[in-house]
């Protein structure tokens, strides 16, 4: 007689009916151990697509969940469909038996199957998507800048036909979405904010708010319409001796040109009541960089933003623009998504790009993540040769391929999904 227990059956993977969003939203709501109010539940609802909902269920259990969402982002040289990977989870009970593995792998397949090329997500934890071939394609940089210090360099610019309108902003929310229309197509990473992003940016409930005051506006327009904008919220403080001490905290800053962007910094900056400004989540090569007479006055930290997998290398590479022409084999390593794995030849200049199977020798071998992580233009090559993760064969290849490669604004999303 078989003592054995049977084994337990292998969870199904499958979309969700629309009828399964509560239950597929509580799984989130348990693996983060977070509660979604109602209006955050309507406004993630309102983003989810059922179809590319993936759920795992053991037996009528949801246990575990996988979004996409249908993005334009934009690329090195410019906006393109992209899926925006969201609300990755497994409920604690079932973790670490392989849950997360088998949706990832549908989740890739069926981008195989009829989807875009490439893959883009922000992670709970650096660690996880490595092993799936995401590659970390962007960073951020955090900012704690006190006020005393946070003079402006000579060069900084001025614009007198500038001016600022505080403004509250849900009545603002025209002018936010035409200044970020503008600037989206200038970084690799931006993506095009929907009705219901915009709603999230702009929520102001408790549970947006996390302790902080409400939501604030200030646009910098001039007569012909708005050239920037900054979200932010104030910690007000008073030290034990009745000193201003509060803190602006910054959401969402924007400028279409360097005078109103410069304008914008110096609103948070000087702020009545406040001694220090944070910024969490800023591009590498923010600007603000540049406009301060003392930089170190930024107190910069340093962080992951965007994850980037490469599908189909057949799709993806010739899918973005190359900053330099390039001739090189990549032989490519993908256990996860075997279609990609072996040679490929990518031939670019500023003009195109193709990238075929070739039989011909490998000039660069490295693993697909690698490739994610350079898709978006942020990484220099050199880095990854240094540390022994892509090998060179041909001398010159890699920096060949760092150079077409790379793009001259550093990616970055700016608003996490
Ligand atoms: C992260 C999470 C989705 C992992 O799900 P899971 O079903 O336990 O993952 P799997 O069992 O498929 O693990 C696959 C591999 O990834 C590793 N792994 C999983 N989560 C990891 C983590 N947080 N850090 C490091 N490694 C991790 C596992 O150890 C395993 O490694 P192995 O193949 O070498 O054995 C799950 O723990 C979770 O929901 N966490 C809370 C919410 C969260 O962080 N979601 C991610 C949002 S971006």
């Not at 095009?192 to 604030?216: F, H, I, Q, T």
């Not at 506006?217 to 000193?243: M, N, Q």
């Not at 600007?287 to 930024?298: D, S, W």
Request: charge should be negative.
């Amino acid at each position: 007689m078989n003592t054995e227990p049977n084994p337990r059956p292998e969870p199904v993977i499958r979309p969700i009916q629309e009828s399964e969003w509560d239950r597929w939203i509580e799984v989130d709501e348990e693996a983060f151990g977070a509660d979604f109010g109602p209006a955050r539940r309507d406004r993630f609802k309102a983003v989810t697509e059922f179809e590319r909902s993936l759920g795992a269920f053991d037996g009528d259990r949801l246990v575990g969940t996988a979004g996409g969402l249908s993005f334009t982002m934009t690329l090195p040289g410019g906006p393109r469909p992209v899926c925006g990977v969201t609300a990755v989870c497994v409920l604690p009970s079932h973790r670490r038996q392989g849950i997360l593995s088998r949706l990832m792998r549908r989740q890739l397949t069926d981008l195989h199957e009829g989807g875009e090329p490439v893959a883009l997500l922000y992670a709970a934890e650096a660690a996880i998507y490595g092993r799936f071939g995401y590659g970390r394609a962007a960073d951020s940089l955090f900012f704690h800048i006190p006020r005393r210090g946070s003079e402006f360099a000579p060069h900084a610019p001025n614009d007198p036909g500038l001016r600022l309108r505080v403004v509250r902003p849900a009545e603002a929310r025209a002018d936010l979405e035409k200044v970020f229309e503008a600037v989206m197509p200038s970084r690799p990473g931006l993506y095009a904010r929907g009705p219901a992003m915009w709603d999230a940016v702009l929520a102001d409930d408790e549970e947006a708010r996390r302790g902080r005051n409400s939501l604030r506006c200030v646009v910098a327009e001039d007569d012909a319409g708005p050239r920037g904008y900054a979200l932010f919220r104030i910690k007000p403080s008073f030290t034990e001796h009745d000193v201003p001490d509060g803190e602006v905290q910054v959401d969402d800053l924007f400028g279409v040109d360097p005078a109103a962007y410069a304008l914008l910094w110096r609103h948070v900056l000087d702020r009545d009541l406040c001694s220090r400004v944070f910024a969490r989540n800023r591009p590498v090569d923010d600007p603000i960089i540049h406009l301060l007479a003392e930089p170190r006055a930024l107190n910069a930290g340093w962080l992951d933003e965007l994850w980037a997998r490469v599908v189909d290398v057949g799709r993806a590479m010739p899918y973005r623009a190359y900053s330099a022409p390039v001739d090189v084999v990549i032989d490519v390593a993908d256990p996860v998504c075997p279609w990609n794995a072996g040679r490929w030849r990518l031939s670019a200049d500023t003009t195109g790009a193709t990238c075929e199977r070739t039989g011909d020798p490998a000039d660069v071998e490295l693993p697909v993540d690698v490739l994610g992580a350079a898709y978006l233009g942020g990484r220099a090559l050199g880095a990854f040769l240094s540390a022994g993760v892509v090998r060179e064969v041909r001398p010159g290849a890699v920096r060949a391929l760092s150079a077409a490669m790379q793009w001259e604004t550093r990616p970055w999303g700016g608003l996490i999904f």
